[in-house]
C-alpha cells in the first residue's frame, strides 16, 4: 500500500531541488561578499579622515598657528620629507619592452613598438612597468615624478618579488585586481580624471585638481607610502601600518600612448628642497 516513485523521476526532483539550493547560497555568499566590500571600505574611509586629522593636530600641536587652518599644515610635512631625497634613475633590465627610456634613465614613456629585448628575470613582460635601480630596505626616501600632459599612470613603490610576467588585462577595473594585495602601494589616474589608491579595499579620490608632480615618500620601518601633490602642497594619500619585508622599489606605469593622446614622458624630476 505504499506509494511508489519511480527512482530517476524522484533523482531528477532532488537534483532541481539541490541546484536551486545552491543557487540560493552562491546568491547569499555574493550579497555578504558585497556587504563586506561596503563596510571595508567605510572603515578605510574613516580610517583615512581620521588619519588627516590627528596629522594636522600634531602639526598645530607644535605651537605654529598658521598651520590650524585648512591644508597648509600640509606644506610642513612636504618640506619635512622632501629632505630624504633620493636620486631615482630606471632600470632598462626591468622595462616592459613596449617602453622607451631616456638615455639617463629619467624618463619613460609607451611606444607601439616592441622592441625585442631577452627575457630576463627582471623584466616585466605583459605589464607597461618599470622600476628603479635603486632598492630600499630601511630608512627613509623620497622621490618626485612629473605627470603633466598625462592621461593614464600609476605611480608608488613595490616589493621586489611581486609578479613580472602574468598576463593581465589592463583595464580601470581589471588593475584593481593586478595591484593591491600583490605588492604594490601606488595611486593611479585614468581617462585623465579618475584617480585611486589601489588599497585594500581601493580608494577612490576626489581631488581638487589633477597634480602636476608628484612626490612619493616612504617610511620603511613605520611602514607609511605617502603620495603627494607637490605643487599644491597637498596629501594625496597615506598607506599606513604596513609591515615590510622586502626591499622595496620605486614604481612607474606610464599607460599606453592611445594613439598619442597620453605620449608624455613620466620625467623622475629634482626635488626642489625649500625652507
Known sequence: M??????????????????????????????????????EHNVKSFQWRKMQTERKQKVSAGGDSQYKDGDAWVEVELKRVQKFAVDVTLDPETAHPGLILSDDG????????????PNNPERFINDY????????SSGRFYFEVQVKGKTDWDLGVTRES?????????????????????????????????????????????????????????????????LYDVEAAALIY??????????????????????????????????????
Open 162 to 226: 611581486i609578479n613580472r610576467k602574468g598576463s593581465f588585462t589592463w583595464g580601470f577595473h581589471e588593475i584593481i585586481t593586478l595591484r593591491h594585495q600583490k605588492g604594490y602601494w601606488n595611486i593611479q589616474m585614468r581617462n585623465g580624471k579618475e584617480y585611486k589608491a589601489l588599497d585594500d579595499p581601493s580608494v577612490l579620490l576626489s581631488l581638487k585638481s589633477g597634480p602636476q608632480k608628484v612626490g612619493v615618500f616612504v617610511d620603511y620601518e613605520e611602514g607609511l607610502v605617502s
Open 129 to 136: 612597468c618599470v622600476l628603479a635601480k635603486q632598492s630600499f
Open 106 to 117: 629619467k624618463q619613460v614613456h609607451h611606444s607601439d613598438v616592441r622592441k625585442n629585448l
Open 238 to 275: 597615506s598607506y599606513t601600518g604596513r609591515s615590510f619585508k622586502e626591499k622595496l622599489f620605486p614604481f612607474i606605469y606610464p599607460g599606453h600612448n592611445h594613439g598619442g593622446k597620453n605620449s608624455s614622458p613620466l620625467i623622475i624630476s629634482p626635488v626642489n628642497q625649500t625652507g
Open 2 to 39: 505504499h506509494n511508489v516513485v519511480p527512482l530517476k523521476e524522484e533523482y531528477e526532483e532532488k537534483k532541481v531541488e539541490l541546484e536551486k539550493t545552491e543557487a540560493e547560497i552562491q546568491e547569499m555568499i555574493q550579497k555578504r561578499l558585497l556587504k563586506i566590500q561596503e563596510v
